[in-house]
């Protein structure tokens, strides 16, 4: 079996890869938490603002990952993803997705430190879906995180 993808981001501890991969991305300019992150919350199913100080790193590489590792993924896929159970007081929890904004600006910015690209429906393939690849440049910066 050939796999397309290097094994050096699956060969360390998954959490500790995700830890340096954001440490890795605080020293890139375009990666830049904005001032509203300290007032939202992650998403509807959460009671609490975010608390992490590194949460928009954190969610940054976790996002990095996931397009890695899928290929083509959407704002939509991620905020299925990253969603969460919402509790309701006495009526049973239900799952809601995560919030879209704090994901569309991460993509943006990994689109403007050119990481990432967009991609749209190809005429006569089905199977494309639009939404963002990683360009050569982002697999070789995850692949060089040791």
């Known amino acids: 079996m050939v796999w397309s993808h290097n094994k050096m981001v699956y060969e360390l501890d998954q959490q500790e890869y ?9 020293k890139i300019p375009e990666f830049k ?14 009671q609490r603002p975010i608390e992490d100080l590194d949460f928009w790193y954190k969610r940054s590489a976790s996002v990095l990952k996931q397009i890695y590792k899928r290929g083509v993924v959407g704002v939509s896929r991620l905020r299925t993803r990253y969603g969460s159970k919402k509790k309701r007081g006495a009526k049973p ?7 879209g904004k704090i994901l569309r600006t991460i993509l ?23 939404g963002r690849v990683l360009t050569k440049r982002g697999k070789e910066f995850m692949e060089n995180i040791k």
């Open 93 to 99: 929890p239900i799952f809601v997705r995560a919030s």
């Open 33 to 46: 938490s904005p001032a509203w992150i300290e007032l939202v919350k992650s998403g509807t199913g959460k």
């Open 108 to 130: 943006q910015q990994s689109d403007k430190a050119g990481f990432t690209e967009i991609v749209k429906y190809t005429k006569g393939l089905k199977k494309r879906k639009p």
């Open 18 to 26: 995700n830890i340096k991969l954001a440490e890795a991305l605080k």
